[in-house]
């Protein structure tokens, strides 16, 4: 098992928690979008490519350059110190992590909703999802905001600790270069819908295995909150493949069964209402509370997944 050393994903993983996203600094995720948008642009002005095809190179392209340039990048600073190397490791595996900056913009949602400014709640809930934000209620703001929550723990968390764990900070960097593709061309409308098909399709590959481990994570970071770790499963089992995501629907399950409330129902994109299948076991609707807990419920499982996987990495080691 190829997994990176331990203090180097303990020291990332820390480091994310106390700064969280460098905004000021340049950030290896928001350069891997520009090489996606540059792809597009460039792929799209040959006609003689198919628009699938198209998505498909830009996929290559895009995680191979990804790839390519974090391995290169971890040898030339060994190569200059071994400690120089150790160094950029570890900041490649904080800028694949998203715990401190996804528990921050949820916070930001829930002081606005405690100070009673719900307008501002609206606004820093719609820097989080890509539904219309303007007219919802507070209970459809906090709504969002635990379903975003849910969502992201697995595109921001477990899934980078995953891969992390299995292929080092190469591996991380290029789940983050699959992640951030989907996010930038994995739409169902008529722009995308053919040149995004790969991008998509391999962003739910990727996730296949980590949105489903990370439901045992919340089953027992909600056991140590005392929530409702045993509705966990029974919420995934009977609701999670409701959901049009086939990775999405078990972190939103499992968090609607740890919290005991649905997610799911009636939202507006570009003022075409759509009703989704409710999610969780129960027929309580969110509340600010809620929203309290989901984000203690999503650090704790941040912590418990990577303490696990650690351990197992260690048990393969001295096997």
Same mark, same amino acid.
Request: overall charge positive; charged content about 15%; some cysteine.
């Given at each position: 098992?190829?997994?990176?050393?331990?203090?180097?994903?303990?020291?990332?993983?820390?480091?994310?928690?106390?700064?969280?996203?460098?905004?000021?600094?340049?950030?290896?995720?928001?350069?891997?979008?520009?090489?996606?948008?540059?792809?597009?642009?460039?792929?799209?002005?040959?006609?003689?490519?198919?628009?699938?095809?198209?998505?498909?190179?830009?996929?290559?392209?895009?995680?191979?350059?990804?790839?390519?340039?974090?391995?290169?990048?971890?040898?030339?600073?060994?190569?200059?110190?071994?400690?120089?190397?150790?160094?950029?490791?570890?900041?490649? &595996?904080?800028?694949? &992590?998203?715990?401190?900056?996804?528990?921050?913009?949820?916070?930001?949602?829930?002081?606005?909703?405690?100070?009673?400014?719900?307008?501002?709640?609206?606004?820093?809930?719609?820097?989080?999802?890509?539904?219309?934000?303007?007219?919802?209620?507070?209970?459809?703001?906090?709504?969002?905001?635990?379903?975003?929550?849910?969502?992201?723990?697995?595109?921001?968390?477990?899934?980078?600790?995953?891969?992390?764990?299995?292929?080092?900070?190469?591996?991380?960097?290029?789940?983050?270069?699959?992640?951030?593709?989907?996010?930038?061309?994995?739409?169902?409308?008529?722009?995308?819908?053919?040149?995004?098909?790969?991008?998509?399709?391999?962003?739910?590959?990727?996730?296949?295995?980590?949105?489903?481990?990370?439901?045992?994570?919340?089953?027992?970071?909600?056991?140590?909150?005392? &929530?409702?770790?045993?509705?966990?499963?029974?919420?995934?089992?009977?609701?999670?493949?409701?959901?049009?995501?086939?990775?999405?629907?078990?972190?939103?399950?499992?968090?609607?069964?740890?919290?005991?409330?649905?997610?799911?129902?009636?939202?507006?994109?570009?003022?075409?209402?759509?009703?989704?299948?409710?999610?969780?076991?129960?027929?309580?609707?969110?509340?600010?509370?809620?929203?309290?807990?989901?984000?203690?419920?999503?650090?704790?499982?941040?912590?418990?997944?990577?303490?696990?996987?650690?351990?197992?990495?260690?048990?393969?080691?001295?096997?």
């Amino acid at each position: 098992m190829n997994a990176v050393p331990e203090l180097q994903l303990v020291a990332a993983f820390l480091l994310d928690l106390v700064l969280g996203d460098p905004r000021k600094l340049p950030h290896p995720v928001r350069s891997i979008g520009s090489l996606a948008m540059k792809t597009e642009t460039l792929l799209r002005k040959s006609r003689w490519i198919p628009l699938r095809l198209a998505g498909i190179l830009a996929v290559i392209i895009v995680v191979g350059v990804t790839v390519g340039a974090s391995f290169g990048a971890l040898q030339l600073a060994t190569w200059i110190h071994p400690l120089f190397g150790i160094a950029v490791a570890v900041v490649m &595996l904080y800028f694949s &992590l998203a715990t401190k900056d996804l528990s921050r913009h949820a916070r930001a949602v829930l002081v606005a909703l405690e100070q009673g400014d719900l307008q501002l709640a609206r606004e820093k809930v719609g820097m989080m999802v890509g539904r219309d934000t303007q007219e919802m209620k507070e209970g459809d703001v906090v709504l969002a905001c635990v379903e975003s929550v849910a969502e992201s723990t697995v595109d921001g968390v477990t899934a980078p600790l995953f891969y992390a764990l299995l292929f080092g900070p190469v591996g991380a960097m290029a789940y983050k270069a699959v992640n951030t593709l989907d996010s930038s061309f994995g739409y169902r409308n008529e722009r995308y819908r053919e040149f995004g098909w790969a991008s998509a399709k391999l962003d739910d590959l990727v996730n296949y295995l980590p949105a489903r481990l990370t439901v045992p994570a919340v089953a027992f970071a909600a056991g140590f909150m005392r &929530l409702g770790w045993v509705a966990v499963f029974s919420s995934v089992l009977r609701t999670a493949k409701l959901h049009a995501s086939p990775n999405a629907g078990y972190s939103e399950a499992a968090f609607a069964g740890a919290l005991g409330v649905r997610l799911g129902g009636a939202r507006s994109y570009g003022g075409i209402r759509k009703d989704l299948p409710y999610l969780g076991i129960a027929e309580t609707d969110c509340t600010a509370g809620t929203l309290k807990r989901a984000i203690t419920l999503m650090v704790s499982s941040a912590f418990l997944f990577l303490a696990v996987g650690l351990s197992l990495a260690w048990l393969f080691k001295v096997m």
